[in-house]
Each structure stands twice: as structure tokens, then as C-alpha cells.
């Protein structure tokens, strides 16, 4: 790599960061004013001082193996397995049959519009176009539903079909460029084409799940290291997908190449590490992974949509002589979308297999598909010297294919992306739900009476003068008493949505206490991610005004996820009957401790906001389920303590231990921070008191 190279990519950081701030004040997406900032550049780069800029260029190569893992693993380490799983068939026909509906229906309707207006192109060209402009772009949509808060559904299904949509519209890309390039065979290349296809998507999802078992094994084995940790997950994204590639040029079965999908098994990697390998990395790294990931995005995000521009820009093409043509593409790719949308989700409404998709989602499905870097790549993928029967063009097909796309490109950024905002406020699916609003008042309450609190400590101690007490006093008791006048009012009106919102506080705060007792190593990993799974199905009936609980005995069934890893370690991995015992001892006993400190924290709630929840009713009915709950689960911890014996001494001594190791630990981090010892002694002191932690 060249000095230029380096400097090309620093000055475009640095561009992409004043390009971010000014996105902010313009109130325009960040990524569509980098395509335009790019764009600005090339003509800059043509000075003598700013050549260098042009060092540095979007090739195949650096997005395909550099770029996208990373987008990808970020996007897919934080989608929930559960929650794909329940929107399986809405994704899986969004991302294949949409695709494949969209792409035909673009190649077959512009062969026809453009000879209509004079222009006429070969088939396999418009074919080759369909499959590439099929690909979705998320990131700019995605952000505005984030800045919007559209539910979270939706925004599930959006970034689920565009992660595999991507994968998919790939896999047909290639085939088609296949084709193009070998010649039409009649139906032995609809066979071949679609038995290819077939083999990359499920190829792809399965060595994606191997390899994320294998790198969360991995991880599990690297505990209390974030380095390690970190550096895995940087390996599992990159090395999947640069695997898959290797794999689909060399693997060979039956005389028959078998291609996997490198998009769909990084996808499907990086969604095991995130939904199982997450709860082996640990606890104090996990909080730092979330944010090296956001941030390694922002880079590959920055970089990518910048050279974009620049690509563009400096592209060899006239585009004045496409304009008409450029036009024509726009609109039938808009109306290939909604061909792509509206029937089959209506289709998947009328399975009733899953929730129903609203008009109005889909009408934000149809608008907001953004086409970026992915398109760009595959026109990339396109060989200079590709020809086709019937091209008498002085351009090649791979410049006038990258002319419509890009045209495509400019469109839906300049012009969908900056809409899609406007579009949420029209459809009202930025609006609180009733729950969210007595969830607004409710939590305004609380924190209006937390400040008061703290200001009478602040003055008490000397903190703030009596006048600017007495003045913030009454400015923020007037704001409590609004809040709890609301609160009041809301219950008067529907009191079920306040007790459904202090349910959902009484669940996080469950979640909350959850993670204390694993992070003290009081629960198991897969005692953990139990009842953690129980409290996400409660949470999700609360949401949608069901029942928290049947009874409170209910067991809760796993995704197919959890499920596939029981199945695995019920036929490899034996296990001792006193070792599931102490599992299912574990397991009732932090139940217990969680459900304890919740109903301590909603008698505390009682006590200090009196008549918040109106007759204090919800507080009454929340209270007594919990309370029901830690009587069941207390008697089966008793119950299954009865036939542990001995073990359970050396159990709870290692709780109350791992406890005080703890303790210790968070205090010698404060000696260390306020240099009461050197880095050195505080070493040898950790040393010391984990070997003492860990010596029964």
C-alpha cells in the first residue's frame, strides 16, 4: 500500500466526517450526501494537489472481502433468532420470491420499453440488469427507522429481507452471468441454473451455521480476554465469507461444482455468534463489542458510499446519451418493486401463518428499497469484453448496464431515501401506541420524583444555594405532578395499559437482575439464556395485550435455534443426573432471587410514587402474580434440593465466594482509579483474589 493510498483514505475519513455533521444540520440521510460529496470530488482530484485521491477505489475485491463482512456481521449480530424465526416465511418470500418477481419483471419489461423508445437491447442484458438492481440497500432506510422509532417489527422484516436479499440476488447474478457468458442451453441451463441456485442458498446457510458453532466454541474457550474475543469475531466474519468463495471455486461432488452463498453464510455465521455465541463472550467485553462493531460500520459505511461517488463521477460514460433510457429504467424498477411487494405479501397475509403485514408497511417496503454499493459491485463483476448477440452499440454492455444503475442509485437516494421520513409521520408509524404513551408519562414520573430527591440531598449537603433550591424545587415538582396527573388520568381511561406498563417495567427489571446473577456466575450460560427467553415471550405478550403468564407453572418453548443445540447435546454431549440437578437447583434458585428483588423494588415504587397508578390497583395485581411466581419457584428449588445432598454446600459456597470476588473486584478497580496502587500491585492483587475465588 502506497503513501497516497494512505493519505487518500485519511483525507476521506476526514471528509466523512464533516459530511455527517453537515447530514445533521441538512436533515438528510448521511450516506446519500456521501454519494454526492464523492461525487464533488473527482472534479477536486483533477488539481495537481488532490490527485492522490484517486489512489485509493471501490474495487470488487476490496468491498466483496474487506467491506461487506463487516456491514453484514453488524447488521446480523443483533437480529434475535426468536423473533427471525416468528417472521420466517415474511422474510423468506421477501427475499426470494420478491426477488425473483422483481428481476424478471424488470429484464422482460425493459427489453420491451426500451425498444419501444428506440433503443432496443438484447434480452440476457436487461436479464443481467433485473438480477443485480434486485439487491436492497438498508443502511440509509434502516437509520431513519432507528431516528423515527417505526415498530420494531417492521424494521426487522426490512433489514431480515435485505441481509438475505442480498445473498439471493447475488447467487441469481451469477448464474445469469453465467449464462451470458456460456451461451443459452434450453432447459439443461434452467436445470443447471436452478440447481445452483439451490446449492448457494442452502449451501450457504449451512456452512454459515458451522462455522458460527465452531467460532463460538472458540470464543467460549478465550474467556475474561476482549482482545481475543473481539479479534474472533472480526475472523468469523471475514473468514466465512473469503471461505465460501474458496469453497464455490474449488468443490467439486459428483463431476457437479457446488457453489455456497459467501452473503448468506456470513449472515447466518454472525446471527449464530450473535444468539449463542453472545453469552459466551464476556460479560464486561460484550458492552465493548456492540460499540467497536457500530463503530467499525460507520468506517466501511463511510468509505464505501464515498467511493461511491467517486466511482461514479469517474466513470467513462456519457451519460447524456442514456438520459431517456436512464428515465425509463427508474420507473420500471419502482414498478417491478411494487410487483414484488404487494402480491406476495398478500399472499403471506392470506397463509395466516404469521401476524399480517399492514397496508401501510407495505407500502414502505415497496418505496423504501435503496440500491448501493452491492449493485455496484456486480456491474464490476461484469467483464469489459462481455458481448451479447444483437449489441451494435459503440459502448460495451458493461457500460451501459453500469449507466442504468447508477441512474437507479442517484434516485433512490436522492429522492426515496429523503422521502422515507415524511412518508413514516404521513402513516403515523412514528406515533406512541397507547402503551408507549403511559409508558412516557410513567417513566417522566419517575425520574421528575429521582431529580427532587437528589436535589434535596445536593441542598442538604451544600451542594446548591437555598434560592436556586427553592426554584428548581418548584420547577420540577410542578413537572411530577403533571406527569402523575397524566398517569392518573390514563388510568382513569384504560386502566389495562397501566398495568401492561408496569408489567414491562417489572420484566426489564427482571432482565436487569438476570444479568447481575450470570455475570456473577450464580447461572450457567444455558440457564441464562433460558429464563432470558422466557422473559422476552412474556415481554412480547404484554406488548401485543395478552396474558404475561398462562399459570404459573408454564414452560416456554425454544426457537428452532435452541432447540437444534438441545438435539446436539442430548446424541454428543452425556452428562452426569447429579450435574442436571445442580442445573435445574441453579436454574429455580435465581428465578427466585429475581423475582425477590423485583417485588422489593415494586414495593419501593408503592411507597414512594402513592397514587401514581391510579388506586394503586396495577401495583396490587403485578405484585400478587409475582409473588405467585416466587412460591412456585421456591418450592422447586426446595424440591430438587431435597435430592442433591452434599454438593449443594460446595454450590452455595462457590455463589456466596464468587459474590465477594466480585465485591473485591469492583473495589480494587476504584483503588486503581484513583492511583492508591500501581498498575503493577493491582495485578498481583486480582491474581490473588480470583485464584481465592476459585479455589473450592
Given at each position: 500500500m502506497s503513501l497516497e493510498v494512505v493519505l487518500a483514505v485519511l483525507l476521506l475519513m476526514l471528509i466523512s466526517i464533516g459530511t455527517y455533521f453537515v447530514a445533521g444540520r441538512l436533515k438528510v440521510p448521511y450516506t446519500v450526501l456521501l454519494v454526492i460529496v464523492g461525487s464533488i470530488l473527482v472534479p477536486l482530484s483533477d488539481f495537481p494537489f488532490f490527485q492522490f485521491i484517486k489512489s485509493f477505489q471501490l474495487t470488487p475485491e476490496l468491498l466483496f472481502f474487506v467491506f461487506l463482512p463487516v456491514l453484514i456481521f453488524e447488521s446480523a449480530y443483533n437480529m434475535n433468532m426468536r423473533e427471525m424465526a416468528e417472521n420466517i416465511r415474511s422474510i423468506s418470500w421477501l427475499s426470494v420470491v420478491s426477488l425473483i418477481v422483481s428481476a424478471f419483471f424488470v429484464a422482460f419489461a425493459l427489453f420491451w420499453g426500451l425498444k419501444l423508445i428506440g433503443f432496443p437491447v438484447p434480452f440476457m442484458a436487461t436479464l443481467i440488469f433485473g438480477a443485480l438492481i434486485s439487491a436492497t440497500d438498508p443502511v440509509a432506510v434502516l437509520a431513519l427507522f432507528k431516528e423515527f422509532g417505526v415498530p420494531r417489527r417492521l424494521s426487522l422484516i426490512f433489514e431480515g429481507e435485505s441481509l438475505f436479499n442480498d445473498g439471493t440476488s447475488l447467487a441469481l447474478f451469477l448464474i445469469v452471468?453465467?449464462?451470458?457468458?456460456?451461451?443459452?442451453?434450453?432447459?439443461?441451463?434452467?436445470?443447471?441454473?436452478?440447481?445452483?441456485?439451490?446449492?448457494?442458498?442452502?449451501?450457504?446457510?449451512?456452512?454459515?451455521?458451522?462455522?458460527?458453532?465452531?467460532?463460538?466454541?472458540?470464543?467460549?474457550?478465550?474467556?475474561?480476554?476482549?482482545?481475543?474475543?473481539?479479534?474472533?469475531?472480526?475472523?468469523?466474519?471475514?473468514?466465512?465469507?473469503?471461505?465460501?468463495?474458496?469453497?464455490?471455486?474449488?468443490?467439486?461432488?459428483?463431476?457437479?461444482?457446488?457453489?455456497?452463498?459467501?452473503?448468506?453464510?456470513?449472515?447466518?455465521?454472525?446471527?449464530?455468534?450473535?444468539?449463542?455465541?453472545?453469552?459466551?463472550?464476556?460479560?464486561?467485553?460484550?458492552?465493548?463489542?456492540?460499540?467497536?462493531?457500530?463503530?467499525?460500520?460507520?468506517?466501511?459505511?463511510?468509505?464505501?458510499?464515498?467511493l461511491m461517488g467517486l466511482l461514479f463521477a469517474d466513470l467513462p460514460i456519457r451519460f447524456d446519451h442514456f438520459l431517456v433510457p436512464m428515465l425509463v429504467t427508474v420507473v420500471i424498477v419502482m414498478v417491478g418493486r411494487a410487483l414484488s411487494i404487494y402480491p406476495v405479501v398478500a399472499i403471506v397475509n392470506r397463509l395466516k401463518k404469521e401476524k399480517p403485514i399492514p397496508m401501510s408497511w407495505q407500502h414502505l417496503l415497496a418505496w423504501g428499497s435503496l440500491r448501493g454499493a452491492l449493485a455496484v459491485t456486480m456491474v464490476l463483476l461484469i467483464p469489459d469484453t462481455l458481448t451479447l448477440p444483437g449489441w451494435n452499440y459503440d459502448f460495451t454492455v458493461k457500460e451501459f448496464i453500469a449507466a442504468i444503475t447508477i441512474g437507479c442509485i442517484y434516485f433512490t437516494l436522492c429522492i426515496k431515501a429523503t422521502s422515507i421520513g415524511t412518508m413514516i409521520k404521513r402513516m403515523k408509524l412514528s406515533d406512541l401506541t397507547p402503551l408507549e404513551t403511559v409508558e412516557y408519562h410513567e417513566c417522566s414520573a419517575l425520574i421528575y420524583q429521582e431529580a427532587l430527591e437528589k436535589l434535596e440531598d445536593f441542598h442538604a449537603k451544600g451542594y446548591v444555594k437555598s434560592d436556586v433550591f427553592e426554584r428548581l424545587?418548584?420547577?420540577?415538582?410542578?413537572?411530577?405532578?403533571?406527569?402523575?396527573?397524566?398517569?392518573?388520568?390514563?388510568?382513569?381511561?384504560?386502566?389495562?395499559?397501566?398495568?401492561?406498563?408496569?408489567?414491562?417495567?417489572?420484566?426489564?427489571?427482571?432482565?436487569?437482575?438476570?444479568?447481575?446473577?450470570?455475570?456473577?456466575?450464580?447461572?450457567?450460560?444455558?440457564?441464562?439464556?433460558?429464563?432470558?427467553?422466557?422473559?422476552?415471550?412474556?415481554?412480547?405478550?404484554?406488548?401485543?395485550?395478552?396474558?404475561?403468564?398462562?399459570?404459573?407453572?408454564?414452560?416456554?418453548?425454544?426457537?428452532?435455534?435452541?432447540?437444534?443445540?438441545?438435539?446436539?447435546?442430548?446424541?454428543?454431549?452425556?452428562?452426569?443426573?447429579?450435574?442436571?440437578?445442580?442445573?435445574?437447583?441453579?436454574?429455580?434458585?435465581?428465578?427466585?432471587?429475581?423475582?425477590?428483588?423485583?417485588?422489593?423494588?415494586?414495593?419501593?415504587?408503592?411507597?414512594?410514587?402513592?397514587?401514581?397508578?391510579?388506586?394503586?390497583?396495577?401495583?396490587?395485581?403485578?405484585?400478587?402474580?409475582?409473588?405467585?411466581?416466587?412460591?412456585?419457584?421456591?418450592?422447586?428449588?426446595?424440591?430438587?434440593?431435597?435430592?442433591?445432598?452434599?454438593?449443594?454446600?460446595?454450590?452455595?459456597?462457590?455463589?456466596?465466594?464468587?459474590?465477594?470476588?466480585?465485591?473485591?473486584?469492583?473495589?480494587?478497580?476504584?483503588?486503581?482509579?484513583?492511583?492508591?496502587?500501581?498498575?503493577?500491585?493491582?495485578?498481583?492483587?486480582?491474581?490473588?483474589?480470583?485464584?481465592?475465588?476459585?479455589?473450592?
Open positions: 452471468l453465467e449464462v451470458a457468458l456460456a451461451g443459452f442451453s434450453g432447459l439443461s441451463s434452467l436445470l443447471e441454473g436452478t440447481f445452483m441456485f439451490t446449492t448457494m442458498v442452502a449451501g450457504g446457510v449451512a456452512f454459515g451455521l458451522f462455522m458460527g458453532f465452531v467460532f463460538a466454541k472458540l470464543i467460549g474457550k478465550v474467556k475474561d480476554n476482549e482482545h481475543i474475543e473481539i479479534t474472533l469475531t472480526m475472523l468469523v466474519a471475514h473468514l466465512t465469507f473469503i471461505l465460501s468463495e474458496l469453497l464455490s471455486h474449488h468443490l467439486v461432488l459428483f463431476g457437479q461444482e457446488i457453489k455456497f452463498s459467501s452473503i448468506i453464510a456470513t449472515v447466518m455465521a454472525s446471527m449464530v455468534i450473535g444468539n449463542y455465541g453472545r453469552f459466551k463472550i464476556s460479560p464486561r467485553v460484550e458492552e465493548y463489542m456492540e460499540k467497536f462493531w457500530g463503530y467499525f460500520a460507520f468506517v466501511a459505511n463511510s468509505l464505501v458510499f464515498i424545587k418548584s420547577e420540577y415538582a410542578e413537572r411530577y405532578e403533571k406527569s402523575v396527573a397524566s398517569c392518573r388520568a390514563l388510568f382513569a381511561a384504560t386502566p389495562a395499559d397501566m398495568g401492561r406498563a408496569l408489567q414491562m417495567y417489572a420484566l426489564g427489571m427482571e432482565k436487569r437482575f438476570l444479568k447481575e446473577l450470570y455475570v456473577y456466575q450464580e447461572i450457567s450460560e444455558s440457564e441464562y439464556k433460558e429464563i432470558l427467553n422466557k422473559i422476552a415471550i412474556q415481554t412480547n405478550r404484554v406488548e401485543e395485550g395478552e396474558e404475561q403468564l398462562v399459570h404459573h407453572a408454564e414452560r416456554f418453548h425454544q426457537d428452532w435455534f435452541e432447540r437444534l443445540i438441545a438435539w446436539f447435546r442430548e446424541k454428543f454431549c452425556t452428562r452426569p443426573a447429579k450435574q442436571e440437578l445442580l442445573e435445574e437447583y441453579r436454574y429455580y434458585r435465581a428465578q427466585e432471587v429475581v423475582l425477590a428483588k423485583v417485588l422489593r423494588r415494586l414495593k419501593s415504587i408503592a411507597e414512594r410514587f402513592p397514587g401514581l397508578y391510579g388506586d394503586d390497583a396495577s401495583i396490587r395485581s403485578v405484585t400478587t402474580l409475582y409473588e405467585g411466581l416466587r412460591a412456585d419457584a421456591g418450592q422447586k428449588r426446595d424440591g430438587v434440593a431435597a435430592q442433591i445432598g452434599t454438593e449443594l454446600i460446595y454450590l452455595n459456597e462457590s455463589f456466596g465466594r464468587y459474590a465477594l470476588f466480585k465485591t473485591e473486584e469492583r473495589m480494587l478497580e476504584e483503588l486503581l482509579e484513583n492511583a492508591m496502587l500501581p498498575r503493577k500491585v493491582a495485578n498481583m492483587l486480582y491474581n490473588e483474589l480470583r485464584d481465592e475465588a476459585y479455589s473450592i
